[in-house]
């Protein structure tokens, strides 16, 4: 089985849609790399410890993803897309403020998957309007109620489409 092939029992193996996410993961990787090495020396310890965790974040966000999809019966696609938004929701956290990190963790996302236009990723061919779909979905994933508090009560663009809930939920779910 690989990429995200239903098993029996309609559930999704974990490992093949972190071995299929992969590249956006090494890019990903990449990008924070190069921010932590642009870093003063002050800043680069604590930089290295939160990307630690953003990274250990972002491992729960993805299970609580897999596991979301199932449950909303989505169809391939929009498996793919929530997954793959998912995987970049806190591309920028590392280096944007934190009220700022979904506008830039949605730019980030897209330049990334700009160089992998025409190319499949998944089941998906990377196109203008899958990046559109995949910017909106890390754009709607900002009401964490500490973040609303932060942002004295208002409340920032909601989740409208089932891959935007995914995205929200799960990493609602990774914060408990």
């Known amino acids: 089985m690989s990429g995200l092939e ?3 029992d309609n559930s999704f193996e974990l490992e093949n849609v972190k071995e299929s996410l992969k590249v956006l993961k090494d890019d990903l990787s990449i990008e924070r790399d190069e ?3 642009k870093s003063s ?3 680069k310890d604590q930089l290295i410890n939160m990307r630690e965790a953003l990274e250990k974040h972002e491992e729960n966000v993805l299970y609580y993803a897999d596991k979301l999809c199932v449950i909303e019966d989505l169809s391939e696609t ?3 897309l929530a997954m793959i938004a998912t995987q970049l929701h806190d591309s ?3 280096s944007s403020p934190l009220l700022e990190h979904y506008l830039a963790s949605a730019e980030l996302a897209k330049q990334i998957l700009e160089k992998y236009k025409g190319k499949k990723l998944r089941s998906i061919v990377v196109d ?3 990046i559109s779909h995949i910017s909106a979905a890390i ?3 900002q009401n964490h109620p500490f973040l609303v508090s932060m ?3 208002v409340r920032f663009e909601e989740p409208k489409t089932d891959i935007d809930k995914v995205v929200f939920n799960s990493d609602m779910l990774s914060n408990i």
Do not use: S
Request: no cysteine.
């Open 6 to 8: 239903a098993k029996q």
């Open 35 to 37: 921010f932590i090495a």
């Open 41 to 43: 020396i002050e800043k």
């Open 78 to 80: 929009e498996v793919d």
């Open 92 to 94: 920028a956290k590392l």
């Open 128 to 130: 203008d309007k899958m």
């Open 139 to 141: 754009r709607r994933h």
């Open 151 to 153: 942002n004295k009560g």
